[in-house]
């Protein structure tokens, strides 16, 4: 349920939404997006939460994450792992200080432990780097599931923009992750990077072949998540915002299609009317709670 708490969205801040709007550029939708919402979140009530931070997984300064636990001592939890975006060279769990911990915290507030996921950026490891770093953190979890409170048949993971290319990779390709399955219950894509191409229209083409290492279409195609759709895949939630990077919206629709026809039914899935690309993410605990909800439903009642 909507905390009465939760900062509301101001004015002007839905005013320079709608004035961006189709207007793509880095410097229009990512910088003031994360500024502005991180004011916001500011103001969001943080009780009844504990955070463990830093928790190191390997040896490079990124590979660490943060747990976002409920205060209320239960057990058999659900745990949400969230994994930032970034454009695979840049991002950070931590960007501000609110900025992506608003996510697991949004959870955690709500009774699912959030753990906010740090990985190996391009200029450190290519494909399949990242997608590793995943694999380790879903296995440290499982493995501490006691002492965290979890079950660990109700992990979750969900990926922003980039973020969601190396879930992707991790959940639906059996090269990303141990057989015989992936060992969570869901998967969560928001504003998902899920194809991995050049085309032109693509502000990030350079960015994609700086971490796949290759520019060769057959390569690429064979390295999307979305290329290792298949009937058994794990139960997905797709969303993504009216105004999205350039493409992010055609490779979610193709993820939709794909699991539908896969699967013979679609997949929950939700268009954001008035978000960009970042603020899809950045709006995750403020009053509007409608992805908010879905997400919930979905992890009550993954399918």
């Not at 060279?89 to 432990?113: A, K």
């Not at 995943?134 to 296995?139: D, L, P």
């Amino acid at each position: 349920m909507t905390d009465s708490r939760q900062p509301e969205i101001p004015d002007d801040l839905r005013a320079l939404m709608a004035e961006i709007g189709p207007k793509w550029s880095p410097s229009a939708h990512v910088k003031p997006m994360i500024d502005r919402f991180s004011a916001v979140h500011r103001t969001a009530p943080k009780d009844n939460l504990t955070v463990r931070r830093d928790i190191a997984y390997g040896d490079h300064p990124r590979q660490m994450f943060d747990i976002y636990l409920p205060d209320d001592g239960k057990g058999g939890r659900a745990a949400l792992l969230f994994v930032h975006g970034g454009a695979f060279l840049d991002g950070h769990r931590n960007r501000t200080d609110e900025i992506y911990s608003n996510v697991p915290r949004y959870f955690s507030r709500n009774g699912v432990v959030g753990i906010n996921i740090g990985y190996r950026l391009a200029d450190a490891v290519q494909y399949p780097g990242a997608t590793e770093d995943i694999a380790t953190v879903v296995a440290w979890t499982r493995a501490h599931a006691d002492e965290l409170g979890l079950d660990k048949d109700r992990l979750f993971l969900m990926g922003h923009s980039a973020g969601a290319a190396h879930t992707g990779s991790y959940v639906y390709d059996t090269r990303g992750h141990p057989a015989p399955s992936p060992g969570v219950a869901g998967h969560i894509v928001l504003s998902g990077r899920v194809r991995a191409e050049t085309w032109s229209e693509n502000p990030n083409a350079k960015k994609v072949v700086a971490y796949y290492g290759t520019d060769d279409s057959k390569t690429l195609d064979d390295l999307s998540p979305v290329s290792h759709i298949g009937p058994d895949s794990v139960p997905t939630f797709v969303a993504w915002g009216e105004f999205e990077n350039p493409l992010i919206d055609v490779h979610c629709s193709e993820l939709v299609f794909r699991l539908g026809r896969a699967k013979r039914r679609s997949p929950p899935m939700m268009w954001l009317p008035t978000h960009n690309h970042t603020s899809t993410m950045a709006h995750i605990n403020t009053r509007e709670d409608a992805l908010g909800r879905a997400l919930l439903a979905f992890i009550a009642d993954p399918r």
